[in-house]
């Protein structure tokens, strides 16, 4: 027992799990996304790659690899293949944007380099300090991106031309509110939906708002349309609500 707690606190083990998220960088911002994480469902299970010598966080469904985010070997131990997604955090103590990610650019080549051959597709979400570099990442395979200083300026630029709107966006990113806090969650969509209208009517029911598919906002024009095989769509409602859909 006293082997197994050491080696876990200096991340020499192996997940062994799937579906699982993993972390890369330990952060001031990637903690509070496992607490986000960890608070969004009780069975998640979360791995954090970092090459920090004992975990910076415990918890009975959270594992920590020690290693470079770069290694091969250490990709196959956090078992990024099998996740959900992998989520790759800007390191703390680089000023530089350049510098910064820089790093994140070479750890998703070597991400897209171990998923070469594999079955699955590793889904990956990138923290960009500067929208100039996504060009740069066009060349590798990063599903989406998190523009953190961008978000921020845009979300200050939008709360002081709409007082309170802060107030908004931050129940929506955050579930600390529990199972009665409004929250954005996808829908499967059902066989008996053909158009937007239908699933629209469907949800209002059940006390859920339809409001996007994909990245698309201006679903309320297209009530008529029918819903394409590969719509994803998005609703705002309570986690009951949720769950009983």
């Given at each position: 027992?006293?082997?197994?707690?050491?080696?876990?606190?200096?991340?020499?083990?192996?997940?062994?799990?799937?579906?699982?998220?993993?972390?890369?960088?330990?952060?001031?911002?990637?903690?509070?996304?496992?607490?986000?994480?960890?608070?969004?469902?009780?069975?998640?299970?979360?791995?954090?790659?970092?090459?920090?010598?004992?975990?910076?966080?415990?918890?009975?469904?959270?594992?920590?690899?020690?290693?470079?985010?770069?290694?091969?070997?250490?990709?196959?131990?956090?078992?990024?293949?099998?996740?959900?997604?992998?989520?790759?955090?800007?390191?703390?103590?680089?000023?530089?944007?350049?510098?910064?990610?820089?790093?994140?650019?070479?750890?998703?080549?070597?991400?897209?380099?171990?998923?070469?051959?594999?079955?699955?597709?590793?889904?990956?979400?990138?923290?960009?300090?500067?929208e100039k570099h996504v060009s740069n990442f066009k060349h590798v395979k990063i599903d989406?991106?998190?523009?953190?200083?961008?978000?921020?300026?845009?979300?200050?630029?939008?709360?002081?031309?709409?007082?309170?709107?802060?107030?908004?966006?931050?129940?929506?990113?955050?579930?600390?509110?529990?199972?009665?806090?409004?929250?954005?969650?996808?829908?499967?969509?059902?066989?008996?939906?053909?158009?937007?209208?239908?699933?629209?009517?469907?949800?209002?029911?059940?006390?859920?708002?339809?409001?996007?598919?994909?990245?698309?906002?201006?679903?309320?024009?297209?009530?008529?349309?029918?819903?394409?095989?590969?719509?994803?769509?998005?609703?705002?409602?309570?986690?009951?609500?949720?769950?009983?859909?």
């Amino acid at each position: 027992v006293s082997q197994y707690k050491r080696m876990k606190e200096e991340g020499k083990m192996t997940f062994k799990g799937e579906n699982h998220y993993v972390i890369i960088g330990s952060t001031a911002k990637s903690k509070n996304t496992i607490k986000e994480l960890f608070i969004g469902d009780e069975k998640t299970e979360i791995v954090l790659i970092d090459e920090l010598e004992k975990s910076p966080y415990e918890h009975e469904r959270f594992l920590f690899i020690q290693g470079s985010p770069t290694d091969d070997d250490t990709l196959r131990r956090a078992k990024i293949e099998s996740s959900k997604a992998v989520l790759l955090f800007a390191p703390d103590g680089i000023d530089n944007p350049d510098l910064a990610d820089g790093k994140t650019l070479l750890t998703a080549s070597s991400i897209e380099r171990y998923d070469e051959g594999m079955e699955k597709n590793i889904y990956t979400i990138a923290e960009i300090l500067n929208e100039k570099h996504v060009s740069n990442f066009k060349h590798v395979k990063i599903d989406e991106f998190i523009l953190s200083y961008e978000s921020v300026s845009n979300l200050m630029a939008k709360s002081a031309q709409t007082n309170g709107a802060s107030h908004l966006f931050t129940q929506l990113l955050s579930r600390k509110d529990g199972d009665a806090g409004s929250d954005l969650w996808e829908v499967d969509v059902r066989s008996d939906w053909e158009t937007y209208g239908d699933a629209h009517e469907y949800l209002k029911q059940k006390g859920a708002q339809l409001i996007a598919d994909r990245s698309d906002l201006n679903i309320l024009k297209k009530w008529d349309e029918t819903i394409p095989k590969e719509a994803r769509l998005f609703v705002i409602c309570d986690k009951n609500t949720y769950q009983s859909l």
